[in-house]
């Protein structure tokens, strides 16, 4: 398979077609490559093949998942709905987010000023921007900031935790092709994941129990998302879980995106060029507000291109076969794993006019969304399991990008043309640059 599954699978269903069926040790592995095949998986037959197949590197239990996973929980069973239910009410809804709004403008004018302080020195967006990102969250779930800008840029710090969590939990395993050898954890992957877990949590474990005793005394008086969890009985180990699987899933993805998006900007100037156009006629002062970000098209343009072109997670997250079914007259087998190649389907020269090349403009004539009903474009997913973060990882996106570009002028390093940027994808659960974008900012007037 490679280093490069995404495309080693496309060019399999140039081939085999695009529903394709692969035999990974003892396991099957259906894989689909095209809109048509992505309406049977993800809408026609989605109640038999939503559930999840976790891969054995991941730390908890299949019991404790069922209880506590959002991500990982195997089924859709009615603890699954009930606390997707509560993140979509207490966190992603649209009356939460806007509420929200000033914070994220305010993590975000932390980045421009630390940036302005960086001038004409070599910065690494995708840190800085994790760092933010993350922060955004962090203030959401528990009311702090969880890095510093300044020690992040200097150690890689919780950035190199959460990539290295993403990693090992993506990594082949000979325990996920031959199931009865789990136990052994052969490669020690799941033994390392849950070190990467424990140290993970250590991040905001003091203040879920600074919160507690806060609560046993009274004197409690935060509204944040914790609250909401410990108002609903959650224990420490529910919380843990949770809180793992929204942070670095809402930060890793997002952070990757918004490093592609500039990429991308750098290197097509015209595109560049444009939104800077935009910004400047629809900003109604030097503060930049989310809500101006998202009444502009052609910055919403960019953002849906980059998606297309650079979907976070190509394959989505693997499904699982609850009972056989048919599909297209061919049975797809119990428990066999699901995956929709989006990155392929993305790709499709009979779906995309000249597929390879980043065209914002294609959007700007199109009704075409993200939001999991056109199966042509399918970034964050569709069905029961389509990417409950999507309301909220549209909007960080999209003002982090507009704002980037709004207060500045980038360059690249040595002297470095746009052409010499390297665009080089490295596989994971999120599709990442393989080089850090390294970039040099001059303030805008």
């Not at 695009?18 to 993800?42: H, Y």
């Not at 070190?195 to 935060?222: A, M, T, Y």
């Not at 056989?324 to 007259?329: A, D, F, G, V």
Request: hydrophobic residues 40%; aromatic residues 8%; charged residues 25%.
């Amino acid at each position: 398979m490679g280093k490069m599954p995404h495309i080693t699978l496309t060019n399999f269903a140039k081939t085999y077609g695009p529903l394709m069926c692969l035999r990974l040790g003892t396991q099957w592995l259906v894989v689909g490559s095209s809109p048509s095949v992505a309406i049977e998986i993800l809408k026609t037959h989605d109640r038999i093949l939503s559930a999840r197949h976790v891969p054995n590197a991941v730390p908890s239990k299949g019991s404790d998942l069922e209880k506590t996973s959002l991500g990982w929980n195997s089924g859709c069973s009615s603890r699954w709905r009930y606390l997707r239910t509560l993140c979509k009410t207490e966190l992603f809804s649209g009356k939460v987010l806007e509420s929200q709004a000033c914070l994220r403008e305010k993590k975000v004018m932390e980045l421009v000023e630390f940036l302005r302080s960086k001038e004409g020195q070599v910065v690494n967006i995708g840190e800085l921007v994790f760092a933010t990102v993350l922060n955004m969250l962090s203030n959401v779930l528990i009311s702090k900031d969880m890095v510093n800008l300044d020690k992040e840029t200097e150690d890689g710090g919780i950035k190199s935790l959460v990539r290295e969590i993403v990693e090992v939990a993506s990594a082949p395993n000979i325990s996920d092709f031959y199931p009865i050898l789990g136990k052994l954890d052969l490669q020690g992957l799941r033994k390392k994941s849950i070190r990467l877990v424990i140290k993970f949590c250590s991040k905001w474990e003091p203040i879920l129990e600074e919160r507690r005793d806060s609560r046993e005394n009274g004197s409690s008086s935060q509204q944040d998302f914790l609250e909401t969890l410990l108002d609903n009985g959650f224990t420490n180990d529910r919380i843990h879980q949770l809180f793992m699987e929204l942070l670095s899933a809402g930060s890793d993805t997002s952070t990757s995106t918004i490093e592609w998006a500039m990429a991308e900007l750098i290197k097509d100037v015209e595109s560049m060029k444009k939104v800077q156009e935009e910004l400047e006629i629809e900003s109604e002062s030097d503060y930049l507000k989310e809500s101006q970000v998202l009444n502009m098209s052609f910055v919403q343009a960019c953002v849906k291109e980059t998606l297309r072109l650079h979907p976070p997670v190509p394959f989505l997250l693997p499904h699982r076969a609850i009972e056989t079914c048919q599909i297209m007259s061919y049975t797809i087998p119990k428990d066999a794993q699901i995956m929709v190649n989006v990155w392929a389907i993305a790709r499709d020269p009979s779906i995309w006019e000249e597929p390879e090349m980043f065209r914002p403009q294609r959007f700007l004539s199109s009704d075409m969304d993200f939001k999991g009903n056109d199966f042509e474009f399918l970034p964050f997913g569709a069905g029961r399991r389509i990417c409950p973060g999507l309301p909220m990882a549209a909007i960080k996106v999209l003002l982090v990008v507009a704002s980037l570009v709004h207060y500045f002028d980038w360059e690249l390093p040595h002297g470095k043309c746009a052409a010499e940027l390297d665009m080089i994808e490295k596989f994971g659960v999120a599709l990442q640059k393989k080089e850090p974008l390294l970039l040099i900012p001059k303030a805008r007037k």
